[in-house]
């Protein structure tokens, strides 16, 4: 019988896993407002400036190679950082450094990987894509092990700060679903393997939001509703939040570079502001269950981690997420890499095995909420085994969303500034 999610991670648990603390951020967690003021197309710039420039057998935009679902990119192995040779052991007693989000890996699944592979795991975290980027093309810092999204992939290759992948080290990739063997942003899985999948949708407590709000015509309306004034939040993450405006209205490019649909996404952000006063803040997971707003912006990773946060003998089954059930909406993955600039690749490949092995995946989604894209892992077994409530299967990802989902691609350097100029001024009169 495959583990509960009370086995996982901890002995003490909630009815649906392990009690985790209280303090606990998750994955995309302490955003503050000063990182939000760093613009992403300072970030951009400084990656362009480390190295590269247009290259892949993609489209280009201003120099840039820019993946998406209808223009696949092969990238060109790296001259300047070879693939490490095969048949390499790792040396005992080394470091393996790792960048990741803040609580986006079991603490569990790193002590098991310390211990069977004989080495120590330094752990450093980031607060948002900004930061990490920022720290990653200054080189200097050694991180072996970096947990990207596939909108700065690109970025990242073409400034030469990734290390092509050996896949003698890698056999657990026969584990994850199959389009990811040669996924559009990184044809033939060359310098990049998926971490977790996740969903933007919304989520509320139905002891506070009394309307179903999944029987809307258009959900995302709520978030408009002035009924609804000082009570519900909105993601601090400028690309999710401005692109629900975008599929509020119909339109499904995300990444959108027309005029118009900018200047409508302004339009609707200043009147959403206006009336009903959201939160700004990616501590939902947390905020929501406490009871201090009903209704969010959430990404599924963090509805089903809300659970754990409820007040003690508060039930789950007050929690809900909707996400379109055609899947006509955002669907993401994140990712895992080599960086070029540690100094233990070989652990690197294989701790990035370890990761993809199935048990230790399922442990580690455990404590993090966020689905391993794994074929053992299904809907139906998530919620079969425990690991999520039977109100919050909505939240798991199924296979065939990517078919129809709408994902968040690199913005061109250009629009990138003039989004960023909308959230800032959005932001500013808060």
């Not at 951020?25 to 613009?39: D, I, N």
């Not at 690197?348 to 990761?355: P, S």
Request: aromatic share 10%.
């Amino acid at each position: 019988m495959a583990p509960t999610r009370r086995d996982i991670e901890s002995s003490a648990a909630t009815p649906f896993g392990p009690t985790l603390p209280r303090h606990k951020l998750s994955r995309r967690t302490l955003l503050k407002a000063a990182m939000a003021g760093m613009a992403a197309p300072g970030v951009a710039t400084l990656l362009s400036a480390c190295g590269g420039g247009g290259n892949g057998t993609g489209p280009t935009a201003g120099g840039e190679t820019i993946p998406a679902p209808d223009n696949p990119v092969k990238w060109p192995l790296s001259e300047k950082n070879p693939i490490i040779e095969s048949g390499q052991k790792i040396k005992p007693g080394s470091t393996l450094r790792l960048y990741n989000y803040a609580d986006y890996l079991a603490p569990g699944v790193l002590k098991a990987f310390e211990k069977e592979f004989d080495v120590d795991i330094t752990l450093s975290t980031f607060n948002d894509a900004d930061e990490a980027l920022t720290k990653v093309a200054s080189g200097d810092l050694g991180f072996d092990v970096y947990f990207p999204s596939y909108d700065s992939l690109g970025r990242l290759i073409q400034a030469d700060l990734l290390r092509p992948l050996n896949h003698d080290y890698i056999p657990n990739m026969s584990n994850v679903w199959p389009d990811y063997l040669n996924p559009w942003y990184d044809q033939g899985w060359q310098y990049s393997v998926p971490y977790t999948v996740y969903s933007t949708g919304i989520g509320w407590r139905t002891d506070m939001i009394e309307e179903d709000i999944a029987a809307r015509d258009n959900p995302y309306d709520v978030f408009w509703d002035p009924q609804y004034r000082g009570k519900l939040a909105i993601l601090d993450d400028f690309h999710t939040a401005m692109s629900m405006v975008l599929l509020r209205n119909g339109i499904e490019d995300v990444n959108t570079t027309n005029s118009d649909d900018i200047a409508l996404m302004r339009d609707q952000l200043l009147e959403l502001r206006d009336k009903t006063r959201p939160r700004v803040t990616i501590s939902m997971y947390n905020d929501l269950p406490a009871g201090q707003y009903g209704l969010a912006q959430m990404w599924s990773g963090d509805a089903i981690n809300a659970p754990y946060y409820l007040p003690k003998g508060q039930s789950p089954d007050v929690l809900r997420y909707w996400f379109p059930s055609d899947g006509k909406g955002m669907v993401d993955n994140d990712l895992m890499a080599v960086l070029a600039q540690g100094q233990n690749p070989v652990a690197a490949h294989q701790f990035i095995n370890y990761m993809l092995d199935a048990k230790v995946a399922i442990k580690n989604f455990g404590f993090t909420g966020y689905q391993p894209p794994q074929k053992s892992v299904t809907a139906e077994s998530l919620v079969a085994d425990g690991l999520v409530p039977k109100n919050l299967a909505t939240a798991t990802v199924l296979q065939k969303f990517f078919d129809t989902a709408v994902p968040l691609l690199q913005l061109p350097a250009t629009t990138d500034t003039e989004w960023h100029q909308i959230w800032q001024e959005f932001k500013a009169g808060g």
